[in-house]
């Protein structure tokens, strides 16, 4: 039995995938769910991004992207669509990457999730290394008290997920209250209707899960 799980950053250049040609021409970062590999070859996406309208104008102008539907908010927009262009976490994750988060940015992709052992993560290396530019940017046991990155029972997105987590540790939940929603968002670096959507979002998304 092999006791030690890992979890791993990389950093991928060349991937030739809708959302790395949309944030390759749009100056965004798109904070994605691990997308959906069906049967027929095609890709179910969802995924968020600041509001910015050129995003969706140049998803919607790709021939790959199908079914493209975005759900504005004041500060953040929500995709789904549907790909005919698989990306190569598909190949990661049948080489045995775990994916938690994928965050699109500057025509490329940041992933985070797990491998279980080193002998798997240099099968990843390998199996991406073959396609794309991949960059190893941390890798560490997951530590007993850590949260595992997968098997999560809420729909979150990372950047909701982000959200929820300030504000517990900054203590917006605490009573009294000790912080404002300004106070999160500030730490976040986004704006307080921002942080504020994110939140009732993630909030919406556990409670759902809790009460179902």
């Not at 949260?147 to 729909?155: C, F, Q, T, V, Y």
């Not at 209250?177 to 106070?183: E, M, P, V």
């Amino acid at each position: 039995m092999i006791a030690e799980c890992l979890v791993a950053e990389f950093r991928i250049d060349g991937d030739d995938c809708p959302l790395a040609r949309a944030t390759d021409a749009v100056p965004v970062a798109v904070d994605a769910n691990a997308p959906q590999l069906r049967a027929d070859g095609n890709v179910l996406l969802h995924f968020s991004a600041p509001a910015d309208d050129r995003l969706p104008e140049a998803l919607d102008a790709d021939d790959a992207v199908r079914y493209l539907h975005v759900t504005r908010g004041d500060d953040t927009y929500t995709f789904r669509c549907l790909s005919k262009h698989p990306c190569v976490v598909h190949e990661l994750v049948d080489a045995g990457f775990l994916v938690e988060s994928m965050r699109y940015d500057d025509g490329g992709a940041t992933m985070r999730g797990a491998v279980v052992g080193y002998d798997v993560l240099r099968g990843v290396m390998e199996t991406a290394g073959g396609t794309v530019g991949i960059q190893l940017q941390r890798v560490y046991p997951l530590r007993a008290d850590e949260e595992s990155p997968i098997g999560r029972a809420w729909d979150l997105t990372p950047a909701q997920e982000a959200a929820l987590r300030a504000a517990v540790e900054m203590g917006y939940f605490d009573l009294p209250r000790s912080i404002t929603a300004r106070d999160v968002a500030d730490e976040l670096g986004i704006s307080k209707s921002a942080f504020l959507e994110r939140l009732r979002r993630a909030q919406q998304s556990v409670f759902g899960a809790l009460l179902a």
